[in-house]
């Protein structure tokens, strides 16, 4: 039987950054590969004045928050001046009743404060605006140093960037590694960021080391399975563990070593997901020796085990 069509809408509010919006279309676009459907929406059928000189045509309103699973609210102009319209709160709240989860882009997360269910949570969002959100929702946990917050059924991202690193980080939870990495190259973005990066990193000059660690990184994927350890990665980027390190973290969340075990962990799941070797055949392929050393981490990762993953996973 045929997989349902995952639902996703993007409502469109006045001001809407024409980015922002078209990220999550863009990510969660209908194709053979991508078991979704997009409807971009507004408060009402029409022409809906965007930002940046932009507008937008939508077919539908608020009703399309009632059919769909998922729902993008994207960033928008002055959000800290003015709370959407009731009307607009109450289709957010009666979706999120009905199960939908409801995911805001940069400045959107003011309008998913506004319906009162980022209450008591973490959330994020432009460092621009950090602070107007916590001023102007107090009962909200704001957290200015990352790019994106994952409550479950309630998601905030940073600027219009790290929308991306959500719609990525989504994915790989609802269709796996090979999914989110596709989808990534589709998009030539990087396959995953931590979401506890840092947003905004103000840097003194020095020497831009972003793209020799990006290849770095990639030198990397392509050796999981060889020894990578700190002195070898500095080795390759011709700086010192120290500076390495440091720089790697602020680049990725990651410490140097964390970062390998997370990807040797990830084509792991790529492998479970899309071939029949045994675990013992993925631990080595990955770099982790043997099956017993690939569950410790999967399990401390991801809280499950290679088995139960597979198994989940084509069920």
Not at 9 to 28: M, R, Y
Request: hydrophobic share 45%.
């Amino acid at each position: 039987m045929a997989e349902r069509m995952r639902r996703v809408a993007v409502l469109v509010l006045e001001g809407a950054k024409p980015l922002d919006v078209g990220i999550p279309a863009q990510v969660f676009t209908t194709r053979v590969s991508m078991p979704y459907e997009v409807r971009v929406c507004g408060a009402a059928p029409g022409l809906v004045s965007g930002g940046d000189g932009f507008s937008y045509h939508v077919a539908s309103g608020l009703e399309t928050l009632d059919w769909a699973d998922l729902v993008f609210l994207p960033g928008y102009r002055h959000p800290d001046r003015e709370d959407p319209s009731e009307a607009v709160i109450d289709a957010l709240r009666a979706a999120h009743a009905g199960g939908a989860r409801l995911a805001a882009i940069s400045t959107g997360a003011f309008a998913l404060a506004a319906t009162g269910l980022l209450d008591g949570k973490r959330a994020t969002t432009h460092w621009h605006y950090t602070a107007a959100l916590a001023a102007r929702h107090p009962l909200v946990e704001v957290d200015e140093n990352v790019l994106f917050v994952d409550e479950g059924d309630v998601l905030t991202s940073a600027g219009a960037a790290s929308g991306i690193d959500l719609c990525l980080h989504i994915l790989r939870g609802e269709l796996g590694v090979a999914a989110a990495n596709h989808a990534a190259r589709r998009l030539v973005a990087a396959p995953y960021r931590s979401g506890g990066q840092a947003q905004y990193v103000p840097r003194i000059a020095r020497e831009p080391l972003g793209a020799r660690f990006a290849e770095v990184r990639e030198w990397a994927l392509g050796r999981l399975e060889e020894p990578l350890t700190l002195e070898r990665l500095a080795r390759r980027a011709a700086v010192s563990p120290r500076t390495f390190s440091r720089r790697f973290v602020e680049d990725t969340g990651y410490t140097p070593l964390q970062w390998v075990m997370r990807a040797r962990v990830d084509l792991a799941r790529e492998l479970l997901e899309r071939s029949e070797l045994s675990v013992e055949q993925i631990a080595a392929t990955v770099g982790l020796g043997t099956g017993a050393n690939l569950r410790l981490h999967f399990r401390r990762i991801l809280g499950t085990t290679p088995g139960e993953y597979r198994r989940s996973f084509r069920a």
